[in-house]
Protein backbone atom coordinates (compact mmCIF):
# COMPACT_ATOMS: atom_id res chain seq x y z
CA UNK A 1 0.00 0.00 0.00
CA UNK A 2 0.99 3.38 -1.15
CA UNK A 3 1.89 6.37 1.55
CA UNK A 4 -1.10 8.83 1.86
CA UNK A 5 1.62 11.45 1.52
CA UNK A 6 3.94 9.88 -1.06
CA UNK A 7 4.06 12.42 -3.94
CA UNK A 8 5.13 11.38 -7.62
CA UNK A 9 8.84 12.49 -9.09
CA UNK A 10 9.53 16.28 -9.56
CA UNK A 11 10.31 17.17 -12.71
CA UNK A 12 12.48 19.72 -12.10
CA UNK A 13 13.21 21.27 -15.84
CA UNK A 14 9.58 21.80 -16.05
CA UNK A 15 9.33 23.10 -12.47
CA UNK A 16 12.49 25.55 -13.08
CA UNK A 17 10.13 27.12 -16.73
CA UNK A 18 7.04 27.83 -15.13
CA UNK A 19 8.82 29.24 -11.82
CA UNK A 20 10.93 31.72 -14.29
CA UNK A 21 7.68 31.96 -16.58
CA UNK A 22 5.77 33.20 -13.21
CA UNK A 23 8.78 35.52 -12.19
CA UNK A 24 8.78 36.95 -15.70
CA UNK A 25 4.86 37.61 -15.45
CA UNK A 26 5.47 39.32 -11.46
CA UNK A 27 8.37 41.31 -12.59
CA UNK A 28 7.43 42.68 -16.09
CA UNK A 29 4.84 45.02 -15.06
CA UNK A 30 7.05 46.80 -12.41
CA UNK A 31 9.55 46.60 -14.90
CA UNK A 32 7.56 48.53 -17.47
CA UNK A 33 6.15 50.85 -15.07
CA UNK A 34 9.77 51.75 -13.77
CA UNK A 35 10.09 52.64 -17.66
CA UNK A 36 7.36 54.45 -17.66
CA UNK A 37 7.79 56.52 -14.87
CA UNK A 38 11.20 57.54 -15.81
CA UNK A 39 10.21 58.62 -18.99
CA UNK A 40 7.09 60.32 -17.74
CA UNK A 41 9.53 62.23 -15.60
CA UNK A 42 11.76 63.83 -18.57
CA UNK A 43 10.92 66.79 -19.49
CA UNK A 44 12.48 69.52 -21.78
CA UNK A 45 13.36 72.92 -20.86
CA UNK A 46 10.77 76.02 -20.93
CA UNK A 47 11.94 77.78 -24.50
CA UNK A 48 10.45 80.84 -25.65
CA UNK A 49 8.83 80.57 -28.86
CA UNK A 50 7.92 82.70 -31.89
CA UNK A 51 4.10 83.98 -31.75
CA UNK A 52 5.30 83.99 -35.95
CA UNK A 53 6.14 80.32 -36.53
CA UNK A 54 6.41 78.56 -32.69
CA UNK A 55 10.13 78.18 -33.83
CA UNK A 56 12.46 78.70 -30.35
CA UNK A 57 13.43 82.30 -30.05
CA UNK A 58 15.16 84.55 -27.98
CA UNK A 59 14.62 88.43 -27.93
CA UNK A 60 14.41 90.89 -25.80
CA UNK A 61 15.04 95.13 -25.67
CA UNK A 62 17.02 96.77 -23.71
CA UNK A 63 16.75 100.21 -22.26
CA UNK A 64 20.40 102.44 -21.56
CA UNK A 65 19.03 105.76 -21.07
CA UNK A 66 21.60 108.17 -22.09
CA UNK A 67 23.79 105.65 -24.23
CA UNK A 68 23.81 106.72 -28.16
CA UNK A 69 24.37 104.35 -30.87
CA UNK A 70 27.23 104.03 -31.62
CA UNK A 71 28.68 103.80 -27.92
CA UNK A 72 25.99 100.74 -27.98
CA UNK A 73 28.03 99.92 -31.12
CA UNK A 74 31.35 99.96 -29.55
CA UNK A 75 30.35 98.08 -26.65
CA UNK A 76 28.85 95.21 -28.27
CA UNK A 77 32.16 94.91 -30.03
CA UNK A 78 33.77 94.46 -27.21
CA UNK A 79 31.76 91.55 -25.70
CA UNK A 80 32.29 89.68 -28.64
CA UNK A 81 35.56 89.79 -28.65
CA UNK A 82 35.60 88.33 -24.98
CA UNK A 83 32.76 86.32 -25.38
CA UNK A 84 33.96 83.62 -28.66
CA UNK A 85 36.70 82.34 -28.74
CA UNK A 86 37.00 82.99 -31.95
CA UNK A 87 35.39 86.66 -33.06
CA UNK A 88 35.81 86.82 -36.72
CA UNK A 89 34.25 83.16 -37.29
CA UNK A 90 31.71 84.33 -35.24
CA UNK A 91 31.23 87.65 -37.17
CA UNK A 92 28.35 87.68 -40.15
CA UNK A 93 28.33 91.31 -40.34
CA UNK A 94 28.41 94.29 -39.02
CA UNK A 95 27.23 98.06 -39.88
CA UNK A 96 28.05 100.82 -37.34
CA UNK A 97 25.91 103.48 -39.46
CA UNK A 98 22.65 100.87 -39.70
CA UNK A 99 23.32 100.20 -36.17
CA UNK A 100 23.65 96.21 -36.73
CA UNK A 101 25.48 92.86 -35.96
CA UNK A 102 24.78 89.20 -37.06
CA UNK A 103 26.70 86.40 -35.87
CA UNK A 104 26.33 82.92 -37.16
CA UNK A 105 28.00 80.38 -34.59
CA UNK A 106 27.88 76.88 -33.02
CA UNK A 107 29.09 75.47 -29.71
CA UNK A 108 28.91 71.65 -28.64
CA UNK A 109 26.32 70.19 -26.43
CA UNK A 110 27.50 67.54 -24.06
CA UNK A 111 26.06 64.28 -22.26
CA UNK A 112 27.12 61.62 -19.85
CA UNK A 113 27.74 58.18 -20.96
CA UNK A 114 28.92 54.98 -18.91
CA UNK A 115 30.56 58.04 -16.60
CA UNK A 116 32.40 60.28 -19.30
CA UNK A 117 31.38 63.50 -21.07
CA UNK A 118 31.12 62.66 -24.66
CA UNK A 119 29.65 65.52 -27.65
CA UNK A 120 25.83 64.59 -28.28
CA UNK A 121 25.63 67.52 -31.05
CA UNK A 122 26.97 70.58 -32.16
CA UNK A 123 24.65 73.31 -32.35
CA UNK A 124 23.78 76.55 -34.52
CA UNK A 125 22.09 79.34 -34.51
CA UNK A 126 21.80 83.29 -35.37
CA UNK A 127 22.59 85.97 -33.06
CA UNK A 128 21.22 89.57 -34.31
CA UNK A 129 21.70 92.65 -32.29
CA UNK A 130 20.26 96.13 -32.95
CA UNK A 131 21.43 99.24 -31.41
CA UNK A 132 19.45 102.81 -31.56
CA UNK A 133 19.62 105.98 -29.13
CA UNK A 134 19.16 104.46 -25.76
CA UNK A 135 18.31 101.00 -26.53
CA UNK A 136 19.52 97.88 -28.04
CA UNK A 137 17.26 94.57 -29.15
CA UNK A 138 19.00 90.94 -29.10
CA UNK A 139 17.45 88.00 -31.21
CA UNK A 140 19.09 84.62 -31.05
CA UNK A 141 16.86 82.33 -33.50
CA UNK A 142 17.55 79.50 -36.62
CA UNK A 143 18.64 77.41 -34.08
CA UNK A 144 19.09 74.10 -35.86
CA UNK A 145 21.72 70.98 -35.33
CA UNK A 146 24.77 70.56 -37.24
CA UNK A 147 23.73 67.46 -40.00
CA UNK A 148 23.86 66.68 -43.33
CA UNK A 149 20.56 68.93 -43.95
CA UNK A 150 18.87 71.46 -41.76
CA UNK A 151 17.68 70.08 -39.03
CA UNK A 152 16.00 72.25 -36.64
CA UNK A 153 15.95 72.36 -32.63
CA UNK A 154 12.63 71.92 -32.62
CA UNK A 155 12.38 68.60 -33.50
CA UNK A 156 14.16 67.49 -30.37
CA UNK A 157 10.82 68.23 -28.92
CA UNK A 158 9.47 64.96 -29.41
CA UNK A 159 8.09 63.00 -26.68
CA UNK A 160 7.72 59.94 -28.82
CA UNK A 161 11.08 59.93 -29.58
CA UNK A 162 13.24 56.47 -29.09
CA UNK A 163 15.94 59.04 -27.85
CA UNK A 164 13.97 61.11 -26.07
CA UNK A 165 16.75 61.28 -22.89
CA UNK A 166 19.51 62.31 -25.29
CA UNK A 167 17.12 64.71 -27.26
CA UNK A 168 15.87 66.75 -23.73
CA UNK A 169 19.58 66.54 -22.80
CA UNK A 170 20.63 68.59 -25.66
CA UNK A 171 17.50 71.11 -25.23
CA UNK A 172 18.20 71.70 -21.76
CA UNK A 173 22.46 72.35 -22.92
CA UNK A 174 21.04 74.97 -25.52
CA UNK A 175 18.71 76.82 -23.12
CA UNK A 176 21.33 76.42 -20.30
CA UNK A 177 23.88 78.55 -23.21
CA UNK A 178 21.64 80.75 -24.66
CA UNK A 179 21.01 82.00 -20.86
CA UNK A 180 24.54 82.29 -20.12
CA UNK A 181 24.84 84.19 -23.66
CA UNK A 182 22.63 86.46 -22.85
CA UNK A 183 23.54 87.57 -19.33
CA UNK A 184 26.76 88.02 -20.28
CA UNK A 185 25.78 89.93 -23.21
CA UNK A 186 23.32 92.44 -20.49
CA UNK A 187 26.37 92.38 -18.46
CA UNK A 188 28.94 93.91 -21.22
CA UNK A 189 26.40 96.17 -22.93
CA UNK A 190 26.39 98.08 -18.98
CA UNK A 191 30.01 98.42 -19.51
CA UNK A 192 31.83 101.64 -21.05
CA UNK A 193 33.82 101.09 -24.22
CA UNK A 194 36.39 102.63 -22.72
CA UNK A 195 37.14 102.90 -19.41
CA UNK A 196 38.75 105.20 -17.86
CA UNK A 197 41.63 104.97 -15.37
CA UNK A 198 41.14 105.98 -12.00
CA UNK A 199 43.99 108.68 -12.51
CA UNK A 200 42.16 110.47 -15.24
CA UNK A 201 40.19 113.57 -14.30
Known amino acids: MKDFYEFPPLNLKAFMKKTLWL ?35 YMEVITLDGVDK ?4 RRANNWYHKFYKNPTGALESADSTDGSMVFKPAFPAYRMKDGVK ?71 MREPSNKKKKDDW
Do not use: C, W
Open 70 to 73: MELF
Open 118 to 188: VQAAVVKYTLTLGFKDGKYRYEIKNINLQAASYYPIEKLFNASDPNIADNYNTLNEAHKYFTALIDDLNAG
Open 23 to 57: SAMILMPAFLFAQKSQKDQLAPPDMPRSEENNQVY
